[in-house]
């Protein structure tokens, strides 16, 4: 049960703050196209128990979001609780009816495109520790196209056939634009890069199979 001063804007700023920190730890790719890099080297869980877990987060928070008594507030505090709110909603909404991670396998390819992405679009660090995260993101990705062959139940037809397209040409992304950044690795670094590079893309690839199979 909330306590008296649960409705406090004070209050709300932090709840705010607490879930965008969260946010951004469990949405690590999500988190690098933004420009906050503190998880370069990180994908997306999407287990089915870090999913249920993260939607009863959002719920959780939403419940206290939506009871907070916001009518004596001052105009800018309600406009943020209106907004933040809304921000929830829109997650909640997602988790409750749209369930993308169950009917849209563009949520596990692009995890892998912009996952690589994310790390090339700005110089904003040495390219040498930029292609160090590609290689941590791309040893991490045959688990999470794994874990999203198992979430995937009836894809939408429209979704698989954009996932194959845009698994079909991913090739270029993780080989030619990459080449800059592995010039400073060393061989056994490059060697280590290379080889969670191909199984990558074995994985992506064999999930367009698996796509165009079912």
Sequence with gaps: MMNQKSGDPDTLRRLADDYYAWRNENYPVRSSEAGLHTWDNRLTDYSAGKMAERAAHVHRLLDQIRAMKSENWAKDDRIDWILFRSQLEEVEFGDRVLHFETNNPL???????????SLLKKEYDTPRNRALSATARMKAMPAMIAQGERNLHKPVKLYAQLAIQSARSIDPLFKESMNPLIKELSDS??????KARDEALSAIHGFADHLEKH
């Design 107 to 117: 949520v596990y390819v692009g995890e892998c495109s912009n996952g690589i992405f």
């Design 189 to 194: 670094e490059r060697s280590d890069f290379e």
